[in-house]
């Protein structure tokens, strides 16, 4: 099946090294993304706490071009573009008024029976079982803190991902690969996101707490599926060293950068060595 | 009937300050069929009642309409009077001239005219009344008690005692309920086992009660009065009348690791077992899932160390017959599970608090057994995961209670009290510990209650904080929790060595189930219906079905027993008579004209309508037929409705009668 892939603006900007640790990875399980032609912004954090509609209709216009284009399974790497499609899915589902409303607003007539999916779905659909027999570097070394942060999980009448509190996919995903992932606390605690921004000491202190509480149940790594957190665990970290005057020195890899490095790809190719923490 | 006086009601100023009473008497004089009609000030005052036996003598009545309130306020009484003066009460009728008119309208002509109006439908109803005769029904005098908790041993007792005999089951090896388990009560701190065993030792050896633990109720049959129970005795492969219950079998058990039910896994006990010391009755059973013998024909150390030879391995369920008149549903409570795995999506559980994943996260039951004398560990609370003493303990109420999102939207009542309960435990046994309770509301209404809260905080120094817990996480041995004190605004983060969360009670497993059986109602949650909620609080909407205890709302221990006493006395109203007298209204079905289609059968609510044969007194069979059993109906009408030939017909509310009253408005 085509599976059209829509990279919002992060991975075509801030972490284009995580598109480029995807489409390495994916592209070796032959799984080839198509990203949606003239794609616009999801209205992330901004379209929602101004304009309702507005951050209805901004996914709604990438909804109806994937129905357009003829995709039936669409990939949104970042946790909140995933999110804000799926909400915006939803509600048009729920309510005919409001989709025929939207549809009119963008343009093009959106059914919602596009299916959203984040990478971890991704893998999933590949397979365990495959992944597991595609290994060639098994990871025996690592001992992943697998991060999912607040959205990728949540809120959980939306995303209908997992279990909101306890998560486990992402440690199965890495159980596969033959890394170790510790058991810990912050899994599904907030990085800071979009606060790095306007009040920069809070996403120090946040991200933080989450990479010591990661180092002290024994990680070595922490993994994540999210552009955000990678940029405020990984860009940030020599700034949470700075003004916490400690030393954490953890690298923190994209979900697909371990499944790259398994299946035998070069550190290089995946992008892990623009990372900042190495 | 053509001789029926009307009696015009003023009820004081209710009914007259917005109705022409006077007005509306002479314009009843003139309604076909009516004989005398006459208003007065309160006609269910005594010499109101008196005009009433006056006229029907005086006048030669055949049929009264009285004009008043509504029929579940006095339809009795005045039925009753009609009675005492030589009617048969089932012609009188009433027209709700006050709650139907007079106190939801304004306008005095117009509400007179719809007085009017009323009082004719009502005359034509009473035209076409028929005198009806009260159903009588036999009486078994005995009672069915469903549980052995302390509900349940309160209302078998109470009926025992009475002079009647009762059948108790129960589902668990040992009656004593969830009671038996607590440690000490609120707000008196009294042992619980002191107060309960006595009373499980009296239902034992009670000469009246009847005692099958380990079974449960398989069917159910038969109506008020005449109930036919068909009880499962499960296997409990050791025979209770050869049984001693000397302990040689469970202390040679090999297998002695296995979870234990009564102390909610916070101990363990062997394969074969007794739940604790003081059970009753004090005879073991094997658990079939566990037991060496059963499972593959190995061990089999305590059949020979069995001097009494009680141990059969070759047990079977039995299934026994019990007649009943009467039954008392005291099956109790379970918690709600706080974690991940949960039988409705709309109980999301609270995966944050990490109950099943931190050992030292336990729920309120599980801390009783820890800090009961009788407990896994002697009454010296130690935490699950190491034995140590926890020096500070965080108690979490309303886990699952009052969130409308991924609980349950009811107060479970009973947790504030048992929370203040437990930090005050903690505090007798842990001197130098610490004592942290998270609450919403603190709901302590009863006697001696609120003072108990009090005490908890201020002499036992317990901190409590007004806000939630967001997270419990897990960090060098220590639980960290983390919450809000909404009445500071400040966040709150508390390093714990054990956590108590007070989960929401439910009803107990398999309620759904048993009241299906039982044909009585059960809410949203399953706990048990009431047939009113004021007026009739252990009845319930099957005549001769009572209920007791947390099966019907969460409920404490004093609460608890009331509800059984008053179930209790319900039962003996009941079998003090020979013979149960019944409303006469029920629905009759025509057998000369009915079709035999019987899509009646499965639409009647009640199970009182019976495919049956129509025999000449010789016995040949003339055709089939359905049959009304006049001691289930409950007279709703629902077969009315459905029956396609109209042979179904409701007695004293027929299809005819409610035609003509239709037709006496056009």
Same mark, same amino acid.
């Given at each position: 099946?085509?599976?059209?892939?829509?990279?919002?603006?992060?991975?075509?900007?801030?972490?284009?090294?995580?598109?480029?640790?995807?489409?390495?990875?994916?592209?070796?399980?032959?799984?080839?993304?198509?990203?949606?032609?003239?794609?616009?912004?999801?209205?992330?954090?901004?379209?929602?706490?101004?304009?309702?509609?507005?951050?209805?209709?901004?996914?709604?216009?990438?909804?109806?071009?994937?129905?357009?284009?003829?995709?039936?399974?669409?990939?949104?790497?970042?946790?909140?573009?995933?999110?804000?499609?799926?909400?915006?899915?939803?509600?048009?589902?729920?309510?005919?008024?409001?989709?025929?409303?939207?549809?009119?607003?963008?343009?093009?007539?959106?059914?919602?029976?596009?299916?959203?999916?984040?990478?971890?779905?991704?893998? &999933? $659909?590949? !397979?365990?079982?495959?992944?597991?027999? +595609?290994?060639?570097?098994?990871?025996?070394? =690592?001992?992943?803190?697998? #991060?999912?942060?607040?959205?990728?999980?949540?809120?959980?009448?939306?995303?209908?991902?997992?279990?909101?509190?306890?998560?486990?996919?992402?440690?199965?995903?890495?159980?596969?690969?033959?890394?170790?992932?510790?058991?810990?606390?912050?899994?599904?605690?907030?990085?800071?996101?979009?606060?790095?921004?306007?009040?920069?000491?809070?996403?120090?202190?946040?991200?933080?707490?989450?990479?010591?509480?990661? &180092? $002290?149940? !024994?990680?070595?790594?922490?993994?994540? +599926?999210?552009?955000?957190?990678?940029?405020? =665990?990984?860009?940030?970290? #020599?700034?949470?060293?700075?003004?916490?005057?400690?030393?954490?020195?953890?690298?923190?890899?994209?979900?697909?950068?371990?499944?790259?490095?398994?299946?035998?790809?070069?550190?290089?190719?995946?992008?892990?060595?623009?990372?900042?923490?190495? | 009937?053509?001789?029926?006086?009307?009696?015009?009601?003023?009820?004081?100023?209710?009914?007259?300050?917005?109705?022409?009473?006077?007005?509306?008497?002479?314009?009843?004089?003139?309604?076909?069929?009516?004989?005398?009609?006459?208003?007065?000030?309160?006609?269910?005052?005594?010499?109101?009642?008196?005009?009433?036996?006056?006229?029907?003598?005086?006048?030669?009545?055949?049929?009264?309409?009285?004009?008043?309130?509504?029929?579940?306020?006095?339809?009795?009484?005045?039925?009753?009077?009609?009675?005492?003066?030589?009617?048969?009460?089932?012609?009188?009728?009433?027209?709700?001239?006050?709650?139907?008119?007079?106190?939801?309208?304004?306008?005095?002509?117009?509400?007179?005219?719809?007085?009017?109006?009323?009082?004719?439908?009502?005359?034509?109803?009473?035209?076409?009344?028929?005198?009806?005769?009260?159903?009588?029904?036999?009486?078994?005098?005995?009672?069915?008690?469903?549980?052995?908790?302390?509900?349940?041993?309160?209302?078998?007792?109470?009926?025992?005692?009475?002079?009647?005999?009762?059948?108790?089951?129960?589902?668990?090896?040992?009656?004593?309920?969830?009671?038996?388990?607590?440690?000490?009560?609120?707000?008196?701190?009294?042992?619980?086992?002191?107060?309960?065993?006595?009373?499980?030792?009296?239902?034992?050896?009670?000469?009246?009660?009847?005692?099958?633990?380990?079974?449960?109720?398989?069917?159910?049959?038969?109506?008020?009065?005449?109930?036919?129970?068909?009880?499962?005795?499960?296997?409990?492969?050791?025979?209770?009348?050869?049984?001693?219950?000397?302990?040689?079998?469970?202390?040679?058990?090999?297998?002695?690791?296995?979870?234990?039910?009564?102390?909610?896994?916070?101990?363990?006990?062997?394969?074969?077992?007794?739940?604790?010391?003081?059970?009753?009755?004090?005879?073991?059973?094997?658990?079939?899932?566990?037991?060496?013998?059963?499972?593959?024909?190995?061990?089999?150390?305590?059949?020979?160390?069995?001097?009494?030879?009680?141990?059969?391995?070759?047990?079977?369920?039995?299934?026994?017959?019990?007649?009943?008149?009467?039954?008392?549903?005291?099956?109790?409570?379970?918690?709600?599970?706080?974690?991940?795995?949960?039988?409705?999506?709309?109980?999301?559980?609270?995966?944050?608090?990490?109950?099943?994943?931190?050992?030292?996260?336990?729920?309120?039951?599980?801390?009783?057994?820890?800090?009961?004398?009788?407990?896994?560990?002697?009454?010296?609370?130690?935490?699950?995961?190491?034995?140590?003493?926890?020096?500070?303990?965080?108690?979490?109420?309303?886990?699952?209670?009052?969130?409308?999102?991924?609980?349950?939207?009811?107060?479970?009542?009973?947790?504030?009290?048992?929370?203040?309960?437990?930090?005050?435990?903690?505090?007798?046994?842990?001197?130098?510990?610490?004592?942290?309770?998270?609450?919403?509301?603190?709901?302590?209404?009863?006697?001696?209650?609120?003072?108990?809260?009090?005490?908890?905080?201020?002499?036992?120094?317990?901190?409590?904080?007004?806000?939630?817990?967001?997270?419990?996480?897990?960090?060098?041995?220590?639980?960290?929790?983390?919450?809000?004190?909404?009445?500071?605004?400040?966040?709150?983060?508390?390093?714990?060595?054990?956590?108590?969360?007070?989960?929401?009670?439910?009803?107990?497993?398999?309620?759904?189930?048993?009241?299906?059986?039982?044909?009585?109602?059960?809410?949203?949650?399953?706990?048990?219906?009431?047939?009113?909620?004021?007026?009739?609080?252990?009845?319930?909407?099957?005549?001769?079905?009572?209920?007791?205890?947390?099966?019907?709302?969460?409920?404490?221990?004093?609460?608890?027993?009331?509800?059984?006493?008053?179930?209790?006395?319900?039962?003996?109203?009941?079998?003090?008579?020979?013979?149960?007298?019944?409303?006469?209204?029920?629905?009759?079905?025509?057998?000369?004209?009915?079709?035999?289609?019987?899509?009646?059968?499965?639409?009647?609510?009640?199970?009182?309508?019976?495919?049956?044969?129509?025999?000449?007194?010789?016995?040949?069979?003339?055709?089939?037929?359905?049959?009304?059993?006049?001691?289930?109906?409950?007279?709703?009408?629902?077969?009315?409705?459905?029956?396609?030939?109209?042979?179904?017909?409701?007695?004293?509310?027929?299809?005819?009668?409610?035609?003509?009253?239709?037709?006496?408005?056009?």
């Amino acid at each position: 099946m085509r599976l059209g892939y829509y990279p919002g603006c992060a991975l075509h900007g801030s972490s284009n090294d995580y598109e480029q640790s995807l489409r390495a990875c994916l592209g070796k399980l032959e799984v080839e993304p198509e990203e949606i032609r003239e794609w616009v912004c999801c209205g992330a954090t901004a379209a929602h706490s101004l304009n309702h509609k507005l951050s209805i209709a901004l996914p709604g216009r990438n909804l109806a071009l994937a129905e357009q284009q003829g995709f039936e399974e669409m990939l949104a790497p970042c946790p909140l573009c995933s999110m804000q499609l799926l909400k915006a899915s939803k509600l048009i589902k729920e309510d005919d008024g409001l989709r025929r409303e939207i549809s009119s607003i963008v343009e093009g007539e959106i059914s919602g029976r596009v299916n959203v999916l984040n990478l971890i779905q991704v893998f &999933q $659909q590949v !397979g365990l079982d495959r992944i597991k027999g +595609a290994v060639k570097k098994p990871l025996t070394d =690592l001992k992943p803190a697998c #991060y999912y942060g607040c959205l990728l999980v949540r809120p959980p009448e939306v995303v209908k991902f997992d279990d909101p509190e306890q998560p486990s996919s992402m440690e199965a995903i890495v159980n596969a690969l033959g890394a170790m992932p510790v058991e810990w606390n912050f899994r599904t605690e907030c990085c800071g996101a979009g606060m790095t921004m306007a009040k920069e000491e809070t996403v120090l202190d946040l991200s933080h707490r989450i990479l010591t509480d990661a &180092q $002290q149940h !024994g990680a070595n790594c922490l993994v994540t +599926a999210c552009p955000m957190c990678h940029v405020n =665990l990984d860009m940030k970290q #020599y700034d949470i060293e700075r003004s916490y005057s400690v030393v954490i020195k953890l690298p923190v890899y994209y979900l697909s950068d371990l499944v790259g490095l398994a299946l035998g790809i070069s550190r290089e190719a995946l992008g892990i060595d623009r990372h900042f923490v190495t | 009937m053509s001789r029926i006086g009307v009696f015009v009601c003023w009820c004081g100023e209710n009914i007259a300050r917005t109705v022409d009473v006077a007005q509306v008497a002479d314009a009843a004089a003139q309604i076909p069929g009516v004989r005398s009609s006459v208003h007065y000030k309160y006609v269910c005052s005594d010499p109101g009642q008196a005009l009433i036996r006056e006229k029907i003598e005086s006048e030669k009545l055949d049929a009264v309409v009285v004009a008043s309130c509504s029929p579940h306020m006095h339809l009795k009484t005045f039925r009753k009077t009609a009675q005492r003066a030589g009617l048969n009460p089932y012609l009188v009728e009433m027209a709700n001239i006050r709650e139907h008119c007079s106190w939801v309208h304004h306008d005095r002509k117009q509400a007179t005219a719809k007085a009017i109006e009323i009082i004719r439908l009502s005359v034509e109803k009473a035209r076409n009344d028929a005198a009806l005769q009260p159903i009588r029904v036999p009486v078994t005098r005995r009672a069915l008690v469903i549980g052995g908790g302390v509900a349940g041993i309160q209302a078998a007792l109470d009926i025992a005692d009475s002079g009647h005999e009762v059948v108790m089951v129960e589902r668990e090896p040992s009656i004593g309920g969830k009671m038996a388990g607590l440690s000490e009560t609120f707000p008196t701190l009294d042992c619980s086992q002191c107060i309960l065993t006595p009373r499980m030792v009296e239902v034992g050896q009670h000469p009246r009660i009847k005692l099958y633990s380990y079974s449960e109720v398989e069917k159910v049959e038969g109506f008020v009065g005449n109930f036919k129970i068909t009880i499962r005795q499960r296997a409990r492969y050791v025979d209770v009348n050869k049984c001693t219950g000397c302990g040689e079998c469970w202390n040679v058990c090999p297998l002695k690791r296995n979870r234990s039910e009564f102390d909610f896994g916070m101990g363990m006990r062997p394969a074969i077992y007794i739940p604790f010391p003081q059970a009753v009755p004090a005879r073991p059973v094997i658990d079939k899932s566990q037991c060496a013998k059963l499972i593959r024909n190995g061990c089999g150390l305590c059949e020979k160390k069995c001097k009494a030879g009680a141990i059969n391995f070759k047990d079977e369920d039995r299934l026994v017959e019990e007649s009943v008149g009467a039954v008392v549903v005291a099956t109790g409570y379970k918690l709600y599970s706080i974690g991940k795995s949960q039988p409705k999506a709309t109980l999301a559980g609270y995966g944050e608090y990490g109950y099943g994943k931190y050992k030292d996260v336990i729920d309120s039951l599980q801390f009783e057994r820890l800090v009961s004398a009788s407990g896994p560990t002697g009454g010296v609370l130690k935490r699950p995961s190491d034995g140590a003493i926890p020096k500070s303990v965080v108690f979490i109420s309303c886990v699952g209670s009052r969130d409308n999102a991924k609980g349950l939207p009811y107060c479970s009542k009973i947790c504030c009290m048992y929370t203040a309960k437990h930090s005050m435990l903690y505090k007798h046994k842990v001197h130098d510990g610490q004592a942290y309770v998270f609450y919403m509301d603190i709901r302590a209404g009863g006697k001696g209650y609120e003072e108990f809260v009090r005490r908890a905080i201020e002499q036992d120094g317990a901190q409590y904080y007004r806000g939630r817990v967001s997270k419990i996480t897990e960090e060098r041995g220590k639980l960290i929790v983390r919450g809000a004190d909404t009445l500071s605004g400040t966040p709150v983060t508390i390093e714990a060595d054990l956590v108590v969360l007070a989960a929401a009670m439910r009803p107990a497993d398999g309620i759904e189930e048993l009241a299906q059986k039982l044909n009585i109602g059960y809410d949203e949650f399953g706990f048990l219906l009431e047939s009113h909620p004021k007026l009739r609080p252990v009845e319930t909407n099957t005549a001769g079905i009572f209920i007791a205890g947390a099966c019907h709302s969460p409920k404490d221990i004093p609460e608890s027993v009331a509800q059984a006493s008053a179930a209790a006395s319900k039962v003996q109203v009941m079998l003090a008579a020979d013979e149960l007298t019944r409303e006469a209204e029920i629905a009759a079905i025509n057998e000369q004209t009915c079709a035999a289609c019987f899509t009646c059968v499965p639409t009647c609510p009640y199970h009182a309508i019976e495919r049956t044969e129509v025999r000449t007194p010789k016995g040949a069979f003339v055709k089939n037929t359905a049959r009304v059993n006049p001691g289930l109906c409950m007279g709703c009408g629902t077969c009315v409705s459905v029956c396609p030939s109209k042979s179904a017909d409701l007695q004293g509310f027929t299809d005819q009668q409610v035609y003509a009253m239709v037709e006496s408005l056009a």
